[in-house]
């Protein structure tokens, strides 16, 4: 469990306070994350990573001299919003162009992009590497499907040390798309987490037994087995990972970097017990160990469990590798810093967010839009365990905390723009915005897209009409699908959003009312949500172990029709 917290809510965002304070020589805290307190050289390349809160060291941890140059921090187990990694890639750049770099996972992949595009349009040149060395999470004929985890800390430290000599974007984005390459890891766990202020542990693990390939949200491992030894385990994970050998290496000769990472609940005497068989493995195999590392680089809470790395190294790599670190939680050799040079912050909370005044009509309107987010707030509120047990059969469980804390800031920022007398497309904007920042996750990005879609496709003057929300479903249909690449059939939001945009558009292309249309469009949702339990997972953190989840529906699809199916009272 964890013991230490106030609001539950609260938690990463005060966690994130304390950690600024606690490390105020290396970092400091900017909307969204944290960037190094020393500007490096200008004109360098700015390394910039990111991911959910829950993972420490993983991501702030990370950040400093010869390492990352910015961390996006979202909430616990969730990515960071788009607006998070804009605003700290913004923060950290140094005129060099950006690196994006963080484990892949569908929602940091769609809010990293999307913060991509939007920094390009700036005129930034921006590039990305998402890291894959989990060897549990896909096959190696699907090796760019596999997420990550410890084998982060090897391709950040490439991609830094790359940045630290100067180097450009592009050679910097090579290095550190090598790194990943060579990056090979498996994780096993013994128990579940429990995350801040819950009862029960996010996920659980049978006792007397042991899950290989578990991820580190909880995602189902490869296969269960009897809690063996240190040393039968040593002997299982070193011979997957030698299983899994990149293209070209051969262990005999090799060298290699070993990372052996704690995932909250094994502790530093038990690593070293484990760490002393795999060193013994690794020389039996002919690999020569270059500075390993032993001890907790990427955690989840609570959770009993450990991963071991094999960073295999050339020449280059290997320069990165033993180069001098400076960070709050990783620090080798010694790093020259000029505190004269405190670095000067980009600061979004610093410029006026100004809404569009509506015409009383509007106003009207806006009331309506506030109303049906409110009542959406009611509906996630009510189910949030049943989507986030839902989520859990085959997936991570933060489907209904994700929710929650992303319909409650639309809520927040709608009834603030109300407030302001806001007309109804920059009220729904403005809620767009708190959703994807808040939320994070997929689930944030998606419902940010669909709400901006829509408020596109209205405006601050006249009354919404069935015909402009016609029009903003099916962008935001065709948005939804640009960003996540899902079809209908693939067990997403998608086979909901898609039937009930396409009956919408047909009721009110056949004169019905919009009360008619709406009613008639929400019963294909739920219809189509509800099916979707026929359904196997294609895409997402599900695919991996897509039988578990037949028999469920999935829980984006079915908290779509549900939110729709409870604002229906709105336009009657």
């Known amino acids: ?64 001299a010869g390492l990352a140059h910015g961390a996006a921090l979202g909430n616990v187990f969730a990515s960071p919003s788009t607006q998070q990694i804009y605003n700290v890639a913004k923060s950290a750049s140094n005129g060099g162009g950006i690196l994006f770099s963080y484990g892949n996972y569908a929602g940091d992949v769609l809010n990293f992009n999307q913060a991509q595009e939007r920094l390009r349009s700036e005129g930034f040149e921006v590039e990305t590497v998402a890291v894959t060395d989990d060897i549990a999470s896909a096959s190696k004929d699907e090796i760019q499907k596999r997420r990550g985890i410890a084998g982060d800390l090897a391709v950040f430290k490439a991609a830094g040390w790359a940045a630290e000599q100067g180097m450009t974007l592009k050679e910097v984005t090579a290095i550190a798309n090598r790194a990943n390459d060579r990056v090979r890891t498996i994780g096993v766990a013994f128990s579940g987490c429990t995350l801040p202020g819950a009862t029960q542990p996010l996920f659980t ?68 017990v484990l760490y002393r068989r795999v060193s013994q493995l690794l020389e039996a195999h002919g690999v020569t160990v270059v500075e390993p590392e032993v001890g907790e680089l990427v955690t989840s809470f ?46 979004p909370a610093a410029v006026e967010q100004t809404l569009i005044a509506g015409t009383d009509v ?27 047990r839902i989520d859990a059969i085959a997936g991570d469980g933060d489907h209904g905390i994700g929710m929650q804390r992303g319909v409650v800031a639309a809520d927040k920022a709608a009834q ?63 948005n939804v699908k640009n960003f996540g690449k899902a079809e209908v059939g693939d067990k997403t939001l998608i086979d909901t959003l898609e039937p009930f945009a396409l009956s919408f558009e047909k009721a009110v292309s056949d004169g019905k009312t919009f009360t008619e249309s709406w009613a008639a469009a929400a019963q294909v949702a739920m219809q189509s949500a509800e099916a979707t339990k026929d359904l196997l997972p294609k895409i997402g953190r599900a695919r991996p172990h897509a039988q578990k989840s037949l028999g469920t529906p999935d829980p984006g699809a079915l908290s779509m029709a549900m939110i729709i199916g409870a604002i229906e009272k709105v336009w009657k």
């Open 416 to 478: 603030a723009a109300l407030e302001g007398k806001a007309g109804a497309a920059a009220l729904l904007f403005s809620a767009a915005d708190a959703w994807s920042d808040f939320a994070g996750g997929t689930s944030g990005v998606i419902w940010g897209v669909i709400l901006s879609s829509i408020a596109a496709e209205i405006d601050n003057e006249g009354e919404i009409t069935k015909s402009q929300l016609a029009l903003g479903f099916k962008k935001a249909l065709q």
């Open 302 to 347: 609570d959770m009993a469990g450990v991963s071991l790395t094999l960073f295999w190294l050339d020449e280059e790599l290997e320069q990165a590798w033993l180069a001098p670190t400076s960070t709050p939680a990783y620090r080798k050799g010694s790093v020259a810093g000029n505190a004269s040079d405190a670095q000067a912050f980009f600061d």
């Open 205 to 272: 693990v049978e006792e007397g037994t042991m899950e290989v390939g578990m991820g580190i949200h909880g995602e189902p491992g490869l296969y269960k087995m009897d809690h063996p030894s240190a040393d039968d385990l040593a002997d299982i994970m070193v011979e997957l990972v030698i299983a899994d050998l990149p293209a070209g290496v051969t262990p005999k000769g090799a060298r290699a970097a070993v990372i052996l990472s704690g995932l909250g609940k094994v502790k530093y005497e038990e690593l070293f």
């Open 1 to 64: 469990m964890t013991f230490l917290h106030n609001e539950p809510q609260d938690f990463a965002a005060e966690s994130h306070e304390g950690f600024a304070a606690a490390f105020s020589s290396w970092v400091a805290p900017v909307r969204g994350g944290v960037v190094r307190r020393v500007r490096p050289q200008s004109g360098q390349v700015a390394v910039v990573i990111g991911g959910g809160s829950g993972h420490y060291p993983a991501f702030g941890g990370l950040v400093g």
């Open 362 to 388: 509007s106003i009207a309107e806006s009331k309506k839009v506030a109303q049906a987010i409110h009542l959406a707030r009611e509906l996630v509120d009510k189910e949030v365990d049943e989507f986030g």
